[in-house]
């Protein structure tokens, strides 16, 4: 897209990021969403630094285009994570859930460009300050973390975008070209998509995960474990054991014993649809099928146009 | 606005839509914002019915141009209402927080047009089949009483469009022409706006709790007291006794003997901004002054028609 500055920034054609999530965007998907134009974007916090080595190396292989690899700052490991995205020669990174002033100036010394998500608008001015190139602005309808101000993709988008010069890139609730243009209108410069990558071929989701996905309907998703750290996923028996303890008013320890340990790798990548964690956005109502990541991408762009020379033909004129 | 089902449907010139609410929309709102061509709505929630009874003489001595009336379903003395509404000859009403199928038909034998108000698309189609002439679809950024599924605005316009043929009016979260746009970029025909119409000079609310919304914030507000009837509120003292009691697992009895008597009364009318309950939007974060009824309405309209330039104006030939 011409003169857009976050398609300048990133050497992208379109100005769809697919966000980078656990257990699911590997470098299949990053390399497929590249491949068509967009921006595709390995997750790296369900990775251990020698995965993450061996993902840069295929997506390198399977792409000439640019892609990213999101890293949450509170991963424990992350000195190492930094050091093979550098050595790999990553173009972009996304950081999220932690500090930007970290970690932005040794990857900016390399010539990396820096986009980090925020929830609302104290935080986006804090990355601005740290000096990360955009901004992704993050509502409450977005599958996996989550702010806990619950701000919605509609309220948040203009205050981010009335807070900082940097470009704002919309998130949460955006899976298709109409959503797409709200967020335009809302003053954002590109989307990032999550939910909708979920249920691409490309995606390493098990079967049974995107399976469900296309029968998630209006209300199957919630957030919780807000005491701890808010997350959104589908209600199931998991959820269910976390609601009651909730209900009685159980502490922290006690959630998070119930939580486990890779409760969100037992749903979303080994399958189990009732004691894994499924992380997802509300978004996910919408999904009709299975597809291909590039045509998400172009079926997302026409709707997108499509949508444009709609509003464009609104008769204004009273 | 041509070709537009809602200003055909209503007779208004703009599809601005005030929302009906307790405690601040009166006949002084409600006339200014029909006098200047949006639609205006008194909201009789709050009102004995020889309140709504003068209020509709007021509203139609200071109006020529259609307004309407709010009508909770589950108002005790109901049939009182409706029987003043049919008297007053009032055009449209709008009712939520009930079955539409109760009182449709009786209002449509007098001519009434009938907007029905809901959070998801079982509501909505239920709405359409009892006849009602369009849906508000509301999200869970909207003040007030709300939907249990926490469906934001931008992932509930689509559903509800996709499932309905009747017009789609969006609610929640807007209160700009940014956000209108964004509303209609989804498949919204008009919007409903509450909350940027509590800070007109003309609403009932109390000055204290004006004042307040324009320094109320991001995460300011909270949907609480789910296990009754979800109402988004501001965070304020009496909030923090509902929390505390929550929080510990109090049962519904001691909720409800927490909310007491005329709560949003005490804090919305009679301006208690610590005891009071004050319902209000996440899009009271964005407020920055008072202004007439008719200047907001005007400068939703022009912001309308500049963001519609802005994106077509966005050059998408790649």
Same mark, same amino acid.
Request: charged share 20%; hydrophobic share 40%; proline share 3%.
């Given at each position: ?84 995205? $550098?050595?790999?020669?990553?173009? @972009?990174?996304?950081? +999220?859930?932690?500090? /930007? *002033?970290?970690?932005?100036?040794? !990857? ?84 990032? $998509?999550?939910?909708?990558?979920? @249920?691409?071929?490309? +995606?390493?989701?098990? /079967? *049974?995960?995107?399976?469900?996905? !296309? ?84 079926? $997302? ?18």
């Amino acid at each position: 897209m011409k003169n857009n500055r976050i398609c300048e920034l990133l050497g992208i054609k379109y100005p769809i990021i697919q966000a980078g999530m656990i257990w699911c965007s590997g470098w299949q998907l990053a390399s497929a969403v590249s491949n068509v134009g967009g921006l595709g974007v390995i997750g790296s916090g369900s990775m251990y630094p020698h995965i993450l080595d061996e993902q840069l190396t295929k997506c390198k292989a399977a792409t000439k285009n640019p892609f990213a690899v999101n890293v949450p700052l509170l991963y424990p490991d992350i000195d190492k994570l930094i050091d093979i995205i $550098i050595q790999h020669d990553v173009k @972009v990174v996304f950081t +999220s859930a932690g500090n /930007p *002033n970290t970690w932005t100036s040794k !990857l900016k010394s390399h010539d990396i460009k820096v986009v980090h998500v925020v929830s609302n608008s104290k935080f986006a001015l804090k990355a601005q300050a740290a000096g990360v190139d955009a901004v992704v602005a993050e509502g409450f309808e977005a599958g996996g973390h989550n702010g806990r101000e619950e701000t919605t993709t509609m309220c948040l988008i203009p205050i981010i975008k009335g807070a900082v010069d940097i470009p704002v890139i919309a998130a949460g609730g955006i899976g298709s070209g109409r959503t797409m243009m709200a967020a335009f209108a809302l003053g954002a410069e590109a989307v990032q $998509i999550g939910s909708r990558f979920v @249920v691409s071929e490309e +995606s390493s989701a098990h /079967p *049974n995960f995107k399976q469900k996905l !296309l029968e998630t309907k209006e209300g199957d998703t919630t957030l919780t474990l807000k005491s701890i750290t808010p997350v959104r996923l589908i209600k199931n028996a998991f959820y269910e054991q976390v609601r009651e303890a909730q209900e009685r008013g159980a502490d922290n320890n006690e959630l998070i014993r119930i939580l486990g340990r890779a409760r969100a790798k037992k749903g979303m990548f080994e399958g189990d649809m009732e004691q894994g964690e499924l992380e997802i956005g509300q978004v996910s109502a919408s999904f009709k099928k299975i597809q291909p990541a590039a045509d998400i991408v172009v079926e $997302i762009w026409q709707e997108f146009i499509e949508t444009k020379k709609q509003l464009a033909e609104l008769d204004t004129d009273i």
